[in-house]
């Protein structure tokens, strides 16, 4: 699975932006998708993952209620949109895969990677 993130950028804190990560290269529909992120100087950290059908969605505590998750099967994309952002969502977003055909729980662990977002929030 090759996997392409964008729609990272520079916004105020408060602002809102979605990403995008695009497969390709296998069935889609059979992958668990996640997004993690990664800040300077800390590891990278686990942000969101969705199930195949896009009905099991999940978030670490520090962005539920903010970020939101989901796919379309029929684009091979998965979408994380963040609202009310904070300086400490600065980071690189990175989506990720794993296979999990009919799989209906979180998944932390991913086989494929994407190379990476922006996202920096000005306070």
């Known amino acids: 699975v090759q996997l392409q993130a964008s729609g990272g950028g520079l916004v105020q804190a408060g602002d809102s932006l979605r990403l995008s990560c695009v497969a390709s290269g296998e069935t889609f529909k059979n992958y668990h998708m996640g997004w993690f992120r990664q800040a300077p100087g800390k590891e990278r950290e686990y942000v969101s993952s969705?199930?195949?059908?896009?009905?099991?969605?999940y978030y670490a505590d520090s962005v539920k209620g903010r970020f939101t998750i989901s796919r379309d099967n029929a684009k091979s994309t998965v979408y994380l949109q963040m609202n009310d952002l904070k300086a400490e969502d600065t980071a690189v977003y990175y989506c990720?895969?794993?296979?999990?055909?009919?799989?209906?729980?979180?998944?932390?662990?991913?086989?494929?990677w994407g190379q990476g977002t922006l996202v920096t929030v000005s306070s």
């Open positions: 990720a895969a794993v296979y999990d055909p009919l799989g209906g729980k979180p998944r932390y662990d991913y086989d494929y």
């Open positions: 969705v199930t195949w059908s896009g009905i099991g969605t």
